[in-house]
């Protein structure tokens, strides 16, 4: 009984981890198009709902170590913990980079694009995929997609390689495109960065089901 009761609260923790990746998926999602369509309201809101993922990952971070102290869990029962405690953090700071990202959203409401945002928005949505994937893979225990998940990874660094020279030009050529291509490198840096978050969750969906620590972030 006592076992039954453990795996449903292991189980709960989990069901915890999935609702706050839905809520950071969304968040990016989010941020990218407020960022497009210059929605200081939904920027906004982007800060405003970042307060319910700080307190979600306190939330599980919490349940996890009750499941600790008051159980004896099996070594198996450990990386399940582990590995939930760890993915919750990379969400966070993802979650984190989607208010960046709507900060200068809102610093930049009354100012004219240098350029249309095309790249941003395809790095966008291959990072909010990436995090879709790699959620999936961390619920089926799916070590194959979890690989493949990270190869998307490379997709992302390109993009960013090509939009940091594209707007490092547009500053050559124009001072007065500095500070708002700046803030867009910023854009390109957080979407790279919250990939690399994305490679970690699927770097302990490995090592959940394998048992073993690989680094594909390189």
């Known amino acids: 009984m006592a076992r039954k009761v453990f795996e449903a609260n292991i189980q709960e923790l989990h069901n915890d981890l999935i609702r706050m990746g839905s809520i950071v998926e969304k968040q990016i999602s989010d941020c990218i198009d407020a960022l497009v369509t210059q929605n200081t309201k939904k920027a906004e809101n982007i800060i405003i709902n970042d307060d319910i993922v700080d307190i979600m990952e306190r939330e599980i971070e919490n349940k996890a170590i009750k499941l600790i102290a008051m159980q004896q869990p099996l070594a198996i029962d450990l990386r399940n913990i582990f590995t939930t405690t760890k993915i919750v953090t990379d969400l966070e700071r993802m979650a ?107 770097e302990w969906t490995i090592y959940l089901v394998t048992g073993e620590k690989t680094n594909l972030n390189e």
């Open 96 to 202: 984190d980079h989607a208010v960046d990202v709507a900060k200068i959203t809102l610093r930049l409401k009354n100012e004219k694009y240098i350029k249309q945002l095309i790249n941003i928005p395809i790095m966008g949505k291959i990072v909010v995929r990436m995090i879709k994937d790699a959620l999936d893979a961390y619920v089926a225990g799916d070590v194959e997609t979890a690989y493949a998940v990270c190869k998307r990874d490379d997709e992302v660094d390109k993009i960013y390689k090509e939009v940091f020279k594209e707007l490092l030009d547009l500053m050559i050529e124009n001072q007065n495109t500095i500070n708002q291509a700046t803030q867009l490198l910023f854009i390109c840096k957080w979407l790279e960065r919250i990939a690399d978050h994305t490679t970690n969750i699927c």
